[in-house]
Every structure is written in structure tokens, then in C-alpha cells.
């Protein structure tokens, strides 16, 4: 099944779309092996599988922006081993890991063609790096790409290196990084005796939705043998979520490659909740006008249903002000949106003029959502636009609500329980033994709740099947080892307790710009680490910035992840400063303090969250231990995204699949995992959040 599978979007619009675009044997939009200056739209997420003789390779691309592509290529090359000795590594084939980037420069126009620039390896020992330009032009059905490429895009045969011209640094390409490779080279970029053309085109079939390629390029970076520099194939769209490609590479060899890619900036299933209208009679409207009881008693019921839980009600004869407690929605205008929906019959028979919303999170109240009812009403039957509305609605400092003898108090029953049952798995990539290691196994969770501000955490593990076995190496490093001894707790602590806290959130400060609040927690963090520690939290509501400091005392788990602990015991702590930038979704997080492997100095983390809660992430640490004391990789770094759950739900919720991506586990660098998360509490609660979020209307 071909094109036809496609959703919804004509043919022509899917083909000539940047969703139509398929990758080449690198995870990249191009052709076979060339890249093109295509860039797929903002939000897409790709898992890439290629297979061409000696090399297979395994590639996860994701785009931040509509201008800037991203990839991670773990490539398996079958025509030399790992290293030499077979007492380390057997005769495990050698593997690169490499870390991919192109940005588009200039926008195709019906005159002009599409230019990006591309770099490849350049984050690593450089071994395979290499830079490139490339323009593109449609016409018709065709798509025509040419560039010059540099480095391992480069052949001897190529032409002069232009940029020698310039400044004769360009003359000479080292062939290995300094130190232990990991290091942005810039030295590198563009440099090289030679530089090679390459070009090719692409022909769309309307009918068929089938991708003709053939592309023309001398670069030999693996030293494949090779009867041609031509290369061509075929690629199909399976459907609008899977690509297949098919190819003769080099004229020696036949490749294969499958792609999975989704954007998930947007929802992918339609939810399926639906606000029913609700009709009372008049002798029940008389009720509730008349009884308070019975008036509180049928709004907390009704919300209720919808995972929206009142802690308080305060209301005189035209304002209603409500305390929400609500762990459904991720967007919080939507969870605003459905309370208004539930509740705005009671508000009509009440004769309700403004509502104002807290929303309260572990009895912290984070802001405060306040409207005129007619105008959100307006809204909703479409006589009110979505930019007029937000002329009314004011998100603000929770302060200037705060009613110390409120209409309703809600009791909740304390304990409270939660659990769940989810399947967990341990995944270990690269090391010298084997390729992969990985058990799958179960994980048990389980929330307590003392009252709104104290709880406990406990997770446990138990393991299903693994090959954990043919781990068999032991860690060398210079710095204490707080994870370089990964291997050890995977194999021993299969069957363990990866958290068992407890946790106390103080009473919170509200002042006038903002909210202090700190917390207390003790007991089993993670995986390798236990102990006691604090965190405290200051918001600025009128600013998009926060502050956070966390300080805590900890030591080391014996492998079996038990009640018994190692000797390393060590203090470790961050002030942490949070800032949503002007560009929307964007965050910038710098971490400074001191790591597990008592080491000091900066981490910064930056990710761009869409309106969906998607998240691309990236982060890099750098202390005061030399490269050589770090080892190789030369200095923590890593990417990870977030995919929320209720994308690929019917349901709403705020679950949240991670993934983390670290090139090597080093002990230089290491924060402790599990311990409070009090910017959770307040984080995207600041005055733009109906800017950001302002789609969740329509939800």
C-alpha cells in the first residue's frame, strides 16, 4: 500500500511537503548518500534503520525549529573489529557513534533555490567528521540538490579547498581531536587541502507517491570498496508515518532503510472527552440557588468526574473564586476551559459575573486564572475571538486571592494511595562485550499521601529476561566511581528498589512579585544513591524566571539496590537558575555546584517545548577535572526528549515518555537523579502562559 494510506492531506500537498521529504543512508533529508537542504517542520521526530554493506546504522533525528535539523547515528561497520584484542572485546565489529547537524540559511522561493549548511561527527574524535553546503531547487516533479562538501565529504580527486583563499589555516585538517575527543572542533570546520562537488535529483510520481533518486558523490569516509560514484534507488511512503528506501550504493552494493517519523507538536489522536450539557429542573435550579450545601456539593461532583478536584470555594454576589487541585490536564488552559464548561449552568442559575481559578499543586498555590463569565462564554459559541478573550483573561500572583475564611473547605481523606504497574527497560549501548545489553523487566509505583504536603515514593523493580550476563568488564576511572559502575548495578540490582522516599513541601510564602517555598526529602533517590537533602524555590510571577537551590548529603547503594550501602558518602548541591526565554517554548537552565564525584563547576541545559508538551532537549556539563581525569568524551553532555502520553491517547493526562541520549557514562559531571523537583510545581505557570498555550482553548 502505497500513497493512498497517506491521511487526510491530498497527494500533491503530502509529496511536495517537507513531510514528503525521505532520508538518505545518514538519517538525513536527502538522497542516497548526499544530504539535501531540505529540513523537516518543527516537532518531527525520526527513528531511521539503514542497512548497506559493511555499514548498518541506527539514527534518531528530531527538529527543533523549521530551520534546523538534528541526529544522533550509532553505525555498526562490519570490515574491522572493536579493537584488537579479542580478551576485551571478542570480535565484536567496530562502532562509531556520531552526532549530526544542519540549519537552513535561505527559504526556497519560485526564483531562488533552498541553502542549508551541514556538519557530521562534529561533536567526537573527528575521525569521520565532515562540512557541507548545499542548495536545492524544485521544478516540476523534480527536486535538484548540489553542494560541496569538506572532510569526510571530501575526496583527493576533489577540487582546491576555496576557503584557503581566505586565510591558510584552512590548509590543514587535523585528523584526530585534542585530548579524548568530545570537543566542538571549530578549527576543523571547512578545512582540508580538498573539497568535492557532489549533486543529484529526485522524481516525484504523482500517482504513485514513488521517490526516484540518483545522486553522484566521491566521498569514501569508511573505505567501502566501490565499482561507481553513482548511486541510486527508490523510495516509497508507505504511509504518513513510514518510509522505505531501497537502493544501489556505490554500484557494489544493494542498501535497505526503513523510517519511522511523527510531529509531535501536535496531538495525534483526537481526544474522545466529551462535556455533556446539563439541564436541571426548576424546582432543583431553586435548590441550588437557595442552599449553599447543595450548591457546593453539585459543582464538586461534577468536576470531580473530570479529575478536577476543589479544595476551596469563596463567592460573594457576582464572583466565584475556586481552588483546583488537577494532575489530568498538561495544558493547564484546557483544564480551565473544561471547568468553566461543567460548571457554567451553576454559574447562570447563581448569577456568577467574574471567576477567578487557583490552581493549587501539593498545597502550593501556583497562579491564579481570572475572566469576565459572558466574555468566556462568548468565546466558546464563537462571537468572541480567541486575541479578544485573552484582552480579559489576567493570569497572575495567587496573593491578592487568598480568602482566609473561605464559603467550603474541601477534607480530603488522608492516607491516600496510588499505584501502577508499567514495564521498565534496562538498556546499556556500545559497551566492548556486546553491542547491547538490556533486560526488560516490571515496575512497581506507589504513592502515599500523608496529608497535602507530605508523602512518600516507592518504586521497585523486578526483572523478566535479560542478557546482563555478558557484562563482565570492570569500570576504570580517576574520579570516584558514582556511575561509571552502571554494569555492576544493572546485573546485580535486577530485582531491587529503585526509590523509597519520603517527602515534606513547607507551607509557601506568597509575596507580593512572587512565591517561596521549600521541601524536605530522605531515604532511597535512584539507583545508585540514598540519603537526605532540601531544596527551596523562589518565582518571580511577573517575570519568566526562577530561581531554585538544592543541598544534599548522600551515600552510595551496595549493586543489589537493597537497604545496604558502600562507603562513598559524599555532600552535593546546585543553585539552579530557570528562565523561559521571549521565543516561545524556549528554556534555558543554568546549573551551577557541586557533583556527586565531588567535582565543581556549570551545567547548561536548553530544550524547546512545543504546544503539544513535546520537549528536545540538550545539555552539557564542564567541571574543574582536566579532560584526561574526565576520560574520553572529554566532558558530560547529552540530548533527551519528552513525548507526553495523551498524544497517542484518547485520554487526557500528564504522563511523559523520556528518553535520554549521553554518548558515554562518565563519572565526571553526574547529578544526583530522584531528589525534589519543586520548579515541577510552578513550571509553566508564568503571566505568557495563555500566550504559549493558547491553542488549548480549542481543545
Given at each position: 500500500?502505497?500513497?493512498?494510506?497517506?491521511?487526510?492531506?491530498?497527494?500533491?500537498?503530502?509529496?511536495?511537503?517537507?513531510?514528503?521529504?525521505?532520508?538518505?543512508?545518514?538519517?538525513?533529508?536527502?538522497?542516497?548518500?548526499?544530504?539535501?537542504?531540505?529540513?523537516?517542520?518543527?516537532?518531527?521526530?525520526?527513528?531511521?534503520?539503514?542497512?548497506?554493506?559493511?555499514?548498518?546504522?541506527?539514527?534518531?533525528?528530531?527538529?527543533?525549529?523549521?530551520?534546523?535539523?538534528?541526529?544522533?547515528?550509532?553505525?555498526?561497520?562490519?570490515?574491522?573489529?572493536?579493537?584488537?584484542?579479542?580478551?576485551?572485546?571478542?570480535?565484536?565489529?567496530?562502532?562509531?557513534?556520531?552526532?549530526?547537524?544542519?540549519?537552513?540559511?535561505?527559504?526556497?522561493?519560485?526564483?531562488?533555490?533552498?541553502?542549508?549548511?551541514?556538519?557530521?561527527?562534529?561533536?567526537?574524535?573527528?575521525?569521520?567528521?565532515?562540512?557541507?553546503?548545499?542548495?536545492?531547487?524544485?521544478?516540476?516533479?523534480?527536486?535538484?540538490?548540489?553542494?560541496?562538501?569538506?572532510?569526510?565529504?571530501?575526496?583527493?580527486?576533489?577540487?582546491?579547498?576555496?576557503?584557503?583563499?581566505?586565510?591558510?589555516?584552512?590548509?590543514?585538517?587535523?585528523?584526530?581531536?585534542?585530548?579524548?575527543?568530545?570537543?566542538?572542533?571549530?578549527?576543523?570546520?571547512?578545512?582540508?587541502?580538498?573539497?568535492?562537488?557532489?549533486?543529484?535529483?529526485?522524481?516525484?510520481?504523482?500517482?504513485?507517491?514513488?521517490?526516484?533518486?540518483?545522486?553522484?558523490?566521491?566521498?569514501?569516509?569508511?573505505?567501502?570498496?566501490?565499482?561507481?560514484?553513482?548511486?541510486?534507488?527508490?523510495?516509497?511512503?508507505?504511509?504518513?508515518?513510514?518510509?522505505?528506501?531501497?537502493?544501489?550504493?556505490?554500484?557494489?552494493?544493494?542498501?535497505?532503510?526503513?523510517?519511522?517519523?511523527?510531529?509531535?507538536?501536535?496531538?495525534?489522536?483526537?481526544?474522545?472527552?466529551?462535556?455533556?450539557?446539563?439541564?436541571?429542573?426548576?424546582?432543583?435550579?431553586?435548590?441550588?440557588?437557595?442552599?449553599?450545601?447543595?450548591?457546593?456539593?453539585?459543582?464538586?461532583?461534577?468536576?470531580?468526574?473530570?479529575?478536577?478536584?476543589?479544595?476551596?470555594?469563596?463567592?460573594?454576589?457576582?464572583?466565584?473564586?475556586?481552588?483546583?487541585?488537577?494532575?489530568?490536564?498538561?495544558?493547564?488552559?484546557?483544564?480551565?476551559?473544561?471547568?468553566?464548561?461543567?460548571?457554567?449552568?451553576?454559574?447562570?442559575?447563581?448569577?456568577?459575573?467574574?471567576?477567578?481559578?487557583?490552581?493549587?499543586?501539593?498545597?502550593?498555590?501556583?497562579?491564579?486564572?481570572?475572566?469576565?463569565?459572558?466574555?468566556?462564554?462568548?468565546?466558546?459559541?464563537?462571537?468572541?475571538?480567541?486575541?479578544?478573550?485573552?484582552?480579559?483573561?489576567?493570569?497572575?500572583?495567587?496573593?491578592?486571592?487568598?480568602?482566609?475564611?473561605?464559603?467550603?473547605?474541601?477534607?480530603?481523606?488522608?492516607?491516600?494511595?496510588?499505584?501502577?504497574?508499567?514495564?521498565?527497560?534496562?538498556?546499556?549501548?556500545?559497551?566492548?562485550?556486546?553491542?547491547?545489553?538490556?533486560?526488560?523487566?516490571?515496575?512497581?509505583?506507589?504513592?502515599?499521601?500523608?496529608?497535602?504536603?507530605?508523602?512518600?515514593?516507592?518504586?521497585?523493580?523486578?526483572?523478566?529476561?535479560?542478557?546482563?550476563?555478558?557484562?563482565?568488564?570492570?569500570?576504570?576511572?580517576?574520579?570516584?566511581?558514582?556511575?561509571?559502575?552502571?554494569?555492576?548495578?544493572?546485573?546485580?540490582?535486577?530485582?531491587?528498589?529503585?526509590?523509597?522516599?519520603?517527602?515534606?513541601?513547607?507551607?509557601?510564602?506568597?509575596?507580593?512579585?512572587?512565591?517561596?517555598?521549600?521541601?524536605?526529602?530522605?531515604?532511597?533517590?535512584?539507583?545508585?544513591?540514598?540519603?537526605?537533602?532540601?531544596?527551596?524555590?523562589?518565582?518571580?510571577?511577573?517575570?519568566?524566571?526562577?530561581?531554585?537551590?538544592?543541598?544534599?548529603?548522600?551515600?552510595?547503594?551496595?549493586?543489589?539496590?537493597?537497604?545496604?550501602f558502600r562507603n562513598y558518602e559524599t555532600f552535593t548541591g546546585h543553585l539552579n537558575f530557570i528562565w523561559d526565554t521571549p521565543s516561545p517554548g524556549l528554556k534555558l537552565i543554568l546549573s551551577g555546584g557541586r557533583y556527586l564525584a565531588q567535582d565543581s563547576g556549570l551545567t547548561v541545559n536548553l530544550s524547546k517545548t512545543f504546544k503539544s508538551g513535546f520537549t528536545l532537549g540538550f545539555f552539557a556539563t564542564k567541571t574543574d577535572i582536566s579532560i584526561e581525569e574526565f576520560g574520553e568524551?572529554?566532558?558530560?553532555?547529552?540530548?533527551?526528549?519528552?513525548?507526553?502520553?495523551?498524544?497517542?491517547?484518547?485520554?487526557?493526562?500528564?504522563?511523559?515518555?523520556?528518553?535520554?541520549?549521553?554518548?558515554?557514562?562518565?563519572?565526571?559531571?553526574?547529578?544526583?537523579?530522584?531528589?525534589?523537583?519543586?520548579?515541577?510545581?510552578?513550571?509553566?505557570?508564568?503571566?505568557?502562559?495563555?500566550?504559549?498555550?493558547?491553542?488549548?482553548?480549542?481543545?
Amino acid at each position: 500500500m502505497l500513497i493512498a494510506n497517506i491521511s487526510k492531506a491530498s497527494i500533491e500537498d503530502y509529496i511536495f511537503s517537507d513531510i514528503g521529504f525521505t532520508s538518505n543512508m545518514h538519517g538525513e533529508l536527502g538522497l542516497i548518500n548526499i544530504p539535501s537542504s531540505r529540513i523537516s517542520e518543527a516537532g518531527t521526530l525520526k527513528l531511521h534503520l539503514s542497512n548497506s554493506e559493511p555499514i548498518n546504522s541506527l539514527i534518531i533525528s528530531a527538529n527543533p525549529y523549521d530551520w534546523m535539523h538534528v541526529a544522533l547515528r550509532y553505525t555498526d561497520i562490519n570490515t574491522k573489529l572493536y579493537s584488537q584484542y579479542e580478551s576485551f572485546s571478542g570480535r565484536q565489529t567496530y562502532k562509531d557513534k556520531s552526532f549530526n547537524l544542519k540549519i537552513k540559511l535561505i527559504e526556497e522561493t519560485e526564483t531562488f533555490p533552498e541553502l542549508s549548511i551541514g556538519f557530521r561527527d562534529f561533536i567526537g574524535t573527528g575521525l569521520n567528521s565532515g562540512e557541507y553546503i548545499v542548495t536545492s531547487k524544485k521544478i516540476g516533479d523534480f527536486d535538484f540538490s548540489v553542494g560541496l562538501g569538506w572532510g569526510s565529504l571530501s575526496d583527493v580527486d576533489g577540487i582546491d579547498n576555496p576557503f584557503i583563499d581566505l586565510n591558510q589555516s584552512f590548509r590543514n585538517r587535523r585528523i584526530e581531536a585534542s585530548g579524548r575527543g568530545g570537543m566542538i572542533e571549530y578549527g576543523k570546520w571547512f578545512s582540508g587541502r580538498k573539497a568535492s562537488a557532489f549533486y543529484g535529483f529526485e522524481y516525484v510520481n504523482k500517482y504513485s507517491g514513488l521517490r526516484f533518486k540518483l545522486d553522484y558523490d566521491r566521498s569514501n569516509s569508511f573505505s567501502i570498496y566501490r565499482k561507481s560514484d553513482f548511486a541510486f534507488g527508490l523510495a516509497i511512503p508507505a504511509s504518513d508515518l513510514v518510509d522505505i528506501n531501497i537502493y544501489r550504493h556505490r554500484g557494489a552494493d544493494i542498501g535497505f532503510g526503513i523510517s519511522y517519523k511523527s510531529n509531535y507538536s501536535k496531538s495525534l489522536i483526537e481526544k474522545s472527552e466529551v462535556v455533556n450539557k446539563i439541564i436541571f429542573s426548576e424546582s432543583d435550579q431553586l435548590l441550588l440557588k437557595d442552599n449553599d450545601d447543595v450548591f457546593f456539593g453539585t459543582m464538586i461532583t461534577l468536576l470531580n468526574k473530570y479529575g478536577l478536584y476543589i479544595q476551596e470555594i469563596s463567592f460573594d454576589e457576582s464572583n466565584l473564586v475556586l481552588v483546583i487541585d488537577q494532575i489530568k490536564y498538561r495544558n493547564q488552559n484546557v483544564s480551565t476551559k473544561r471547568i468553566f464548561q461543567l460548571t457554567d449552568t451553576l454559574l447562570k442559575i447563581r448569577n456568577i459575573k467574574n471567576v477567578s481559578i487557583i490552581y493549587e499543586n501539593l498545597n502550593v498555590k501556583t497562579n491564579v486564572v481570572s475572566f469576565p463569565v459572558q466574555k468566556f462564554r462568548n468565546f466558546l459559541d464563537n462571537s468572541l475571538s480567541l486575541n479578544e478573550l485573552k484582552r480579559y483573561l489576567v493570569v497572575e500572583n495567587p496573593k491578592y486571592y487568598l480568602n482566609e475564611n473561605p464559603n467550603f473547605i474541601g477534607k480530603p481523606n488522608f492516607p491516600s494511595y496510588a499505584w501502577g504497574l508499567s514495564p521498565e527497560l534496562t538498556n546499556h549501548v556500545g559497551s566492548p562485550e556486546v553491542f547491547y545489553s538490556g533486560g526488560i523487566g516490571l515496575s512497581f509505583d506507589q504513592n502515599i499521601g500523608f496529608d497535602k504536603q507530605t508523602f512518600m515514593d516507592l518504586s521497585m523493580s523486578f526483572n523478566l529476561s535479560n542478557n546482563l550476563d555478558k557484562l563482565r568488564l570492570k569500570p576504570y576511572s580517576r574520579l570516584p566511581k558514582v556511575r561509571s559502575n552502571i554494569r555492576s548495578y544493572m546485573k546485580e540490582g535486577k530485582n531491587g528498589i529503585s526509590r523509597l522516599s519520603f517527602t515534606h513541601i513547607t507551607k509557601p510564602v506568597y509575596l507580593d512579585n512572587g512565591i517561596f517555598v521549600a521541601g524536605f526529602t530522605g531515604g532511597i533517590f535512584e539507583q545508585m544513591f540514598g540519603g537526605v537533602g532540601s531544596e527551596i524555590l523562589f518565582k518571580n510571577f511577573t517575570q519568566p524566571w526562577t530561581i531554585t537551590g538544592n543541598f544534599y548529603w548522600v551515600k552510595q547503594r551496595d549493586f543489589n539496590q537493597r537497604f545496604t550501602f558502600r562507603n562513598y558518602e559524599t555532600f552535593t548541591g546546585h543553585l539552579n537558575f530557570i528562565w523561559d526565554t521571549p521565543s516561545p517554548g524556549l528554556k534555558l537552565i543554568l546549573s551551577g555546584g557541586r557533583y556527586l564525584a565531588q567535582d565543581s563547576g556549570l551545567t547548561v541545559n536548553l530544550s524547546k517545548t512545543f504546544k503539544s508538551g513535546f520537549t528536545l532537549g540538550f545539555f552539557a556539563t564542564k567541571t574543574d577535572i582536566s579532560i584526561e581525569e574526565f576520560g574520553e568524551g572529554s566532558f558530560d553532555k547529552g540530548i533527551y526528549f519528552a513525548i507526553p502520553i495523551d498524544l497517542v491517547s484518547r485520554n487526557y493526562q500528564e504522563n511523559t515518555a523520556k528518553f535520554l541520549w549521553r554518548n558515554l557514562t562518565r563519572d565526571g559531571g553526574a547529578m544526583l537523579n530522584g531528589g525534589l523537583n519543586l520548579h515541577g510545581l510552578t513550571e509553566n505557570k508564568s503571566v505568557d502562559l495563555l500566550n504559549y498555550f493558547e491553542e488549548g482553548f480549542y481543545e
